[in-house]
């Protein structure tokens, strides 16, 4: 796991996992990315009607409200190459990790318009825009790069359970049902998933910076 960097020490740290993620595409340069579709996913995770499933998989449409209290949708990441992750602001464990590793991500690809990032939240009825907003500052989120979305919450759960294939447990969207998962999934230009990171784990969070310089390419 990363730690928790002072502003100080982000370049340094951007620094050092440039030259990690320079050795890692010289030894995988004739590498290439798979295209998931539901049937090369642990059965757990996909939604029981998509199960088995062998036709090619492009993420579903949405429509959310992100930090500034403005819509965003599938239009707003149209040709770009995006990191998608569900979290919530009250998470104690996974989830500031995770944001901490985001927020490097966004660092390292902070000149490369091609690549944006997208973070919703599972408790939307708890997370409004103004909390969300402060959580954005507290992050060092850069609007035009990453955006940290609050909707409809049966909306959100359908886009992790059969859009992003993020969560094991199944349910419904309602007032009971909860999600909670590691996991960033990487989505092309043409809206196809082409991998999936533990978010708190640097080896994989390395592999992911890997993948999107392959992407970008």
């Known amino acids: 796991m990363f730690n928790k960097l002072s502003k100080s020490k982000i370049p340094i740290t951007i620094s050092a996992i440039g030259i990690l993620v320079i050795l890692f595409l010289i030894s995988n340069r004739n590498r290439t990315l798979p295209v998931f579709t539901p049937k090369d996913f642990n059965p757990e995770l996909v939604d029981i009607s998509l199960q088995n499933t062998q036709a090619e998989h492009t993420v579903a449409n949405f429509k959310l409200i992100n930090q500034n209290g403005q ?22 464990s996974i989830c500031p990790i995770m944001s901490n590793n985001m927020e490097k991500l966004q660092e390292i690809f902070l000149n490369d318009d091609d690549v944006m990032f997208l973070s919703m939240s599972v408790t939307p009825e708890m997370d409004s825009v103004p909390i969300l907003k402060k959580y954005a500052q507290r992050n060092g989120v850069i609007d035009s790069k990453w955006n940290i979305a609050t909707g409809n919450k049966k909306h959100i759960y359908n886009l992790a359970r059969k859009s992003y294939f993020a969560v094991v447990d199944q349910g419904d969207g309602g007032l009971q049902d909860f999600i909670h998962t590691p996991n960033f999934v990487l989505v092309d230009k043409k809206k196809q998933i082409r991998g999936v990171y533990n978010g708190t784990d640097n080896e994989d969070v390395l592999r992911l910076i890997g993948d999107i310089k392959l992407l970008s390419k």
């Open 71 to 92: 819509t965003i949708t599938q239009s707003d990441y149209e040709n770009k190459i995006y990191v998608t992750d569900f979290f919530f602001t009250r998470c104690p």
